[in-house]
């Protein structure tokens, strides 16, 4: 009889392999993207400086901020602080993904369910990365736990707790309430009685109650998540990929413990979120694949419990599937070299800034073409010393915004034509330009009035260096 791994190995063993994966390579060869460039800035401002920033921008990511502006006050690691939070919040997303199908399953579905939960390419890349999404999925798994204590033994307390986490992983991200619903929809096909369902839209009701503040404020910056279109083929296949591995692992019978099915909650996680996101996306285009990542949860468990069903009816020996393991882990390997990479994310304002520091000298002028690529300064202001600002009239901090506040049109005019060597931080090429008069003056002073001398191509960007006749 083959020996049943108890609750402690369901739960490190998972946990140990998230943490491995999340320290394997985190500091991205000393590489850092848009994102996560935002979040490493604001989280140095103080708090009064981020409570002003959030009445005018990213308010959505006002609690992770703060909670990284605590780390970073106790601890200013640079990227090793950035997204050891991260880690460390997968980890423990990991365990709880096996304890869930421990209790859901049994002990040998959730050993299966949270180990391959951490080797997902989604969870490896959102373990290492400086935003909120690893501490969402965490308290989504800490409050599904809480939901099924509630369930099989209701008291007060327990749902209050239910609602408290799940109103936290709402907080840190808004639509985590989709989670809550998944959860409802759960209790609903489980036929748990109308105490434990009442009990539930209690608890939901407090949830929305204390997100609604955020919705209302998120919607008046509505503008920031402008750049978010409609879903098209890539999303729709992305989706449809995982609900049919879903759906599959869900056909016939599943090892069953609990007054909910793993089925029934695994389905629910897997499937609602990300289609009712991308519903409401076709009229209010809001879908990201990051921000509902804990859909992975579901996937994970329903995995979990389908292997050990089969190991259960077909005899396979231990090399043989210890065989198939390695295989499919090293089918995964050459997507986990690259996603360590700074070649895996959009950009990398780290290299950005060190191109601006090999081009520039002393007394030069600096411009980001368009002014939303100020990043690099942001976040490696060290590389731009000695450097004159020709567009920008004030600061972010001060100004409480998130890039800073440019000077009108005819102003940065002047002060480009006062400089005889500028170095400017761009979009990569074949990206639309911005309309703005700001941007179309840069552009048409740099071409009247100045040569191109130099450039350098980095991850996401383009750093060019412009003189005046024989200014170079």
Same mark, same amino acid.
């Given at each position: ?260 099915? $793993? #089925?029934? +909650? !695994? /389905? @629910?996680?897997?499937?609602? *979120?990300?289609?009712? =996101? ?6 209010? &285009? ?100 000695? $450097? #004159?600002? +020709? !567009? /920008? @009239?004030?600061?972010?901090? *001060?100004?409480?915004? =998130? ?6 049109? &005819? ?62």
């Amino acid at each position: 009889m083959r020996r049943r791994p108890g609750p402690a190995v369901v739960a490190l063993a998972p946990a140990g392999l998230a943490l491995a994966l999340g320290l394997w390579g985190i500091r991205r060869e000393n590489s850092m993207w848009r994102d996560e460039s935002t979040t490493y800035q604001i989280a140095h401002r103080s708090v009064g400086e981020i409570g002003h920033l959030l009445g005018n921008a990213d308010v959505a990511h006002g609690l992770y901020y703060l909670l990284m502006h605590a780390v970073f006050a106790l601890w200013d690691g640079g990227l090793l602080a950035l997204r050891l939070p991260s880690v460390l919040a997968m980890a423990a997303t990991a365990a709880g993904v096996g304890l869930l199908g421990h209790r859901l399953a049994g002990p040998r579905a959730g050993l299966v369910a949270g180990l391959v939960f951490p080797l997902a390419p989604a969870v490896q890349r959102y373990a290492q990365e400086g935003r909120s999404y690893a501490l969402v999925s965490a308290a989504v798994v800490a409050a599904t736990h809480l939901l099924l204590s509630a369930v099989a033994r209701p008291r007060k307390r327990t749902w209050a707790g239910y609602a408290a986490v799940a109103s936290l992983a709402c907080l840190l991200h808004e639509f985590a309430i989709l989670a809550v619903a998944a959860h409802g929809v759960a209790l609903y096909r489980a036929r748990v009685g109308a105490r434990s369902g009442w009990a539930w839209a209690q608890a939901a009701s407090v949830v929305a109650v204390v997100l609604a503040p955020l919705v209302i404020v998120s919607q008046q910056q509505a503008a920031l998540v402008g750049w978010i279109s409609a879903p098209g083929p890539p999303e729709l296949l992305g989706f449809g990929a995982l609900a049919l591995i879903g759906l599959v692992c869900a056909r016939g019978p599943l090892p069953a413990r609990g007054p909910v099915p $793993l #089925r029934d +909650l !695994a /389905l @629910a996680l897997l499937i609602l *979120p990300p289609a009712a =996101l991308m519903a409401v996306s076709y009229l209010h &285009p809001l879908y990201v694949d990051r921000y509902v990542l804990y859909v992975y949860v579901g996937l994970a468990l329903l995995i979990g419990a389908r292997l050990d069903a089969l190991s259960r009816t077909v005899a396979v020996p231990r090399g043989v599937a210890g065989g198939l393991a390695v295989a499919a882990v090293a089918a995964l390997l050459p997507y986990s070299l690259q996603l360590r990479t700074p070649q895996s994310r959009l950009d990398d304002t780290l290299a950005a800034a060190r191109a601006v520091r090999e081009l520039g000298r002393p007394g030069d002028g600096v411009l980001f073409l368009p002014a939303r690529r100020r990043e690099p300064i942001m976040s490696g202001p060290e590389d731009f010393r000695g $450097l #004159r600002e +020709l !567009a /920008l @009239a004030r600061h972010a901090i *001060p100004s409480g915004t =998130l890039h800073g506040i440019e000077l009108p049109a &005819p102003r940065i005019r002047a002060r480009m034509l006062t400089a005889g060597r500028i170095v400017t931080v761009n979009d990569p090429p074949g990206q639309p330009l911005d309309d703005t008069p700001q941007e179309r003056v840069k552009r048409e002073v740099l071409a009247e009035h100045f040569h191109r001398c130099a450039v350098r191509d980095v991850t996401g960007m383009r750093i060019v260096l412009y003189g005046r006749a024989g200014r170079c």
